[in-house]
């Protein structure tokens, strides 16, 4: 069982989920935090979301368990709701993501072998992606930690 990481958009009450598996961020969190420090940007942690692990470990009667299951959020599809979740502006996640992505190939922070490095890299091109028109529009985002 491994930990990883989806990163999810709101704006407004439009929620919009990237399930794409972002493991390299998760793994490498301690040392990608050490680069937004030199950097000078908010830490890549400050953006997680533990809501849906939160949810997962809490500890319940089956039969609660049960009627959590039958009632799923209309919005998120889950038994918890946006409003239950942590958000964070989409504009400085583009930021910190964008100054990580021009800097993990140099960082000395980061020891990692070329694969790594480019798997590492394509997951924080496909959260950039995904935060570019958020960020435009003045809207929120999170990184859900997921097991």
Partial sequence: MGMTVWIST????????????????????????VIC??????????????????????????????????????????AYGIDDMQWFDSAAGFAMLTALQMNVGAAAEIKLNDATRRELLEELDDCIAMLRESAARNGKFHLAMII
């Fill in 37 to 78: 420090e030199r950097l000078n940007v908010e830490k890549l942690s400050s953006f997680f979301d533990f809501t849906d692990l939160q949810y997962n470990f809490r500890e319940e009667s089956d039969e609660d368990s049960k009627d959590q299951e039958d009632a799923l959020d209309p919005e998120t599809g889950c």
């Fill in 10 to 33: 709101l704006d407004d009450r439009n929620l919009s989920k990237n399930t794409n598996d972002h493991s390299m961020m998760y793994r490498h969190a301690d040392a990608l935090d």
